[in-house]
């Protein structure tokens, strides 16, 4: 199966900046990875797939780049409410498979 | 709006059986294939079934495979798991999770989950 690896494991950034988290897949993936957001004690929420493409009603801030075994996903003008966990999924392959995911802190 | 509401979580001991459910709405249910998906505590998470569009396919992870049982009732779009012959290693959050309309594995939307502990 093909194994999901991201880094950094959590990551502390100041509102207002931007952070780059990484998903490397193992073998490629092709352009089928998707990531998604995950804040405690809510469901998870799909911010983007196909490797760049925003899902319904994400703003513009969430970038995703990419592809084969390379994947990034962007924040931009970080904001408070984006302190979530965020993690990566391949569906290119049976069995689906997951990253271990970043945590992303405000300071 | 999408909704995934599961339920029938709970402590079981080993051995046990218990049957998840999850209550579906907000989208046309019978065109959408349905997995489930589990995080244990301190792990990542971990997709173990899917089931088509009309039930006819069902696909499982190994380790739950001839144990656990997915099913649905389009009639009232609700999805199942039957879990039998539970395990330590089976105590999770179990999340329903709907698959893309395309891409059986795009995971779009996702309930809150559901907790089974497995425990004597």
């Known amino acids: 199966e093909r194994v999901m690896t991201q880094s950094p494991a959590t990551v502390s950034v100041s509102p207002g900046e931007t952070v780059t988290l990484s998903c490397r897949a193992s073998p490629s993936v092709g352009s089928f990875l998707a990531w998604s957001q995950q804040k405690p004690g809510q469901a998870p929420r799909l911010l983007i797939y196909?490797?760049?493409t925003r899902a319904t009603g994400i703003p513009a801030r969430f970038s995703g780049s990419g592809s084969g075994t390379e994947f990034a996903l962007t924040i931009s003008s970080l904001q408070s409410e984006d302190s979530a966990l965020y993690f990566c999924?391949?569906?290119?392959?049976?069995?689906?498979?997951f990253g271990q995911g970043t945590k992303v802190e405000i300071k | 709006e999408v909704q995934l509401l599961e339920s029938g979580g709970g402590l079981v001991q080993p051995g046990g059986s218990l049957r998840l459910s999850c209550a579906a709405s907000?989208?046309?249910?019978?065109?959408?294939?349905m997995n489930w998906v589990r995080q244990a505590p301190g792990k990542g998470l971990e997709w173990i079934s899917v089931v088509s569009v009309y039930g006819g396919a069902t696909y499982y992870k190994d380790s739950v495979k001839g144990r656990f049982t997915i099913s649905r009732d389009n009639s009232q779009s609700i999805l199942y798991l039957q879990m039998n012959s539970l395990t330590a290693e089976d105590t999770a959050v179990y999340y329903c999770?709907?698959?893309?309309?395309?891409?059986?594995?795009?995971?779009?939307?996702w309930g809150q989950g559901t907790v089974v502990t497995v425990s004597s």
């Open positions: 999770v709907r698959g893309g309309s395309s891409r059986l594995y795009l995971f779009d939307y």
């Open positions: 999924h391949q569906y290119d392959n049976w069995p689906p498979t």
């Open positions: 196909g490797a760049s």
């Open positions: 907000g989208f046309t249910f019978d065109n959408y294939a």
